[in-house]
Structures are given as C-alpha cells and as structure tokens.
C-alpha cells in the first residue's frame, strides 16, 4: 500500500531547494517538514537529500524518487480539481509575473478585467525583468517576451511582437533617413542593455551593432530621448505604437522589421486549473494582435 506521508513535504523541498521556503508554502514549521522527510527516508531506507546549514542538494536516489512522485501528486490534484464543483469558475489566488514595462502597460490592465469578470479569484502581479524561475519561486503563471527556443516550460503564444527602428521627424530632418542597414553607422542610436539591434533580412536574423550619444536600460527613457531628436531607437510596438500613430516617431527601415513572440508560460508538470487557463485564455484574447510585420528583403 503506498504511503503518501513525506512525499508532499519531500517533493516541495526539492522544488524549493529549502526547508525553510518549503515549510512557508506548506504553512508548517520547519521542523515538521525535516521529521516527515526523515520518517520517509528511515521508511524507504534511502537517503533523498543532502543537508548542510547553508544548502540542500538531492541524491541520485532522490532525483529518481521525486521523478515519480511529482506526476503521482499532480494526478491527485487533477482528482480533487475535477471533482471539486467550485471549478466551474476560476476561483481562488493566481501568481503571476510579467516583465516591467510591459506588465504595467499591458498585463495590468487586462488582469484587473479579469478580476472584475471572476470576483472570486485573487491575484499578485509581480513585475520584474529578471527570468524568474516559476516553479522555485511558487508562480502559478510567466508572461515572457521574445524567442522562448529551449524552454523546459509549457508555452502558449499570445501575440506578436514588432521590434520598429524609429525616430523624429526633426532628427530626420536634419540627419536624412537610413534605406540600409550599414547606413547605421552614421547615425546617432539610442542604446538599450546592450548594443546590438536585431533585424530580419530574408528568413534569417542578422544583428548590427550600433553606438552613439546616450544609452539607458529603461525604454520610457530612451523614447523621449528620440522624441526630442537625439537620434534613433529601436523599441517594440507597446513602447511606440501611439507614437508613430500621431506622427511624432517615424518608423524606418521598414524592409527589416523583426517580429517574435509575447508568451504565457507555466511549469510544464502540473495541472493548469480553471483560474489560470481561464487567464491564459483572457490573456490572448485580450491582448490587442499587433500589425503584421513589413515585408522582408530576400537575402
């Protein structure tokens, strides 16, 4: 007969690297969680973890172990979700985050509409830029921008993303207009985190890197640089759509336009209950499409 005592405590542990971030999850103390997890050792005749003061690290034996167990808990969760009638609706506390700018401008607003929709459900947003790890840190959902190549995450694609190459009618003025890409270097380009701007040319991704005056790590920053004429920008759409809209930035080099994605992601081994697929689905939904990008140059 399968005991189930310490498996819960013993999988959260692996998942969290912790026993005091476990116990925090589990709503118990820490000492509980080390009897269970010993009980279940001196039960299996196995040592599962290695313990010090400062780190915890999982044997070969308990990597094996935990393999089996996550899925055996998130089958039992599965039960009690579809037999639980409070499913019907998404209910309960979703955790999600999403990367600064674009979760102030974008995921924030559609959130609050769902909140409004479902008065059941309760929600923490967590906006930072830094690819937090979903599982260790207890999110229920990830939104992530750009290529998602590699990711061991469930993934759902919400929208495109337009990277535009753009500027002030002023800064044209008195600059003239980039037709190619090695005309770059001539121009005044406004640096982000890094100093390479990517484009499409063809069916393949080339990248140039740029330089010039001023370079910042904030976009809001670097699209009023561009509106008072300091030189060019490359910014996705949320950043410069009502920009280029009103005439104020003028997009160039427009045969280059990168498009990639906007994602929903979640740990790829549990159960998506209502709350957050319901959100998932809002998400796409929601989230205006962006315009198709320019047609390319062939290569």
């Known amino acids: 007969m399968m005991h189930w005592e310490g498996i819960v405590e013993f999988v959260t542990v692996v998942e969290t690297q912790s026993f005091t971030v476990a116990a925090q999850r589990l709503g118990v103390s820490v000492a509980q969680v080390s009897r269970q997890i010993s009980a279940l050792e001196a039960r299996l005749a196995t ?15 308990g990597q094996l172990f935990y393999q089996h167990c996550r899925p055996l808990l998130d089958g039992l969760q599965a039960a009690e979700q579809a037999l639980s009638q409070s499913q019907t609706r998404p209910t309960g506390h979703v955790r999600l985050t999403a990367p600064v700018y674009y979760g102030e401008t974008v995921v924030a607003p559609v959130l609050h509409r769902y909140l409004l929709d479902f008065p059941q459900v309760t929600a923490e947003l967590i906006l930072d ?76 991704l080339h990248e140039m890197r740029v330089s010039g005056r001023l370079r910042c790590n904030n976009g ?23 920009h280029i809209e009103a005439g104020t930035l ?12 906007i994602w929903a992601t979640w740990p790829r081994s549990r159960y998506l209950p209502p709350k957050v697929s319901r959100l998932v689905d809002y998400l796409q939904t929601t989230i205006a499409p962006a315009p198709p990008a320019a047609p390319t140059i062939p290569a």
């Not at 003028?250 to 994605?261: I, M, N």
Request: proline share 4%; glycine share 8%.
């Open 47 to 61: 040592r599962l973890l290695y313990r010090t003061t400062r780190k915890v690290s999982v044997t070969e034996a």
């Open 250 to 261: 003028v997009p160039v080099l427009t045969a280059y336009t990168l498009e990639d994605g």
């Open 220 to 242: 809001t920053a670097l699209v009023d640089a561009a509106l008072k004429g300091l030189g060019l920008i490359q910014l996705p759409d949320y950043y410069v759509a009502r």
């Open 129 to 204: 830029n830094r690819k937090i790890d979903l599982v260790a840190d207890g999110f229920d959902l990830g939104l992530r921008l750009g290529p998602m190549d590699g990711s061991s995450l469930a993934v759902k694609r919400l929208a495109s993303r337009i990277h535009h190459v753009c500027a002030a009618p002023d800064y044209l003025s008195r600059h003239g207009e980039p037709h190619t890409l090695s005309e770059l270097s001539s121009h005044q380009c406004l640096v982000g985190t890094i100093d390479v701007w990517r484009f499409s040319v063809g069916d393949r």
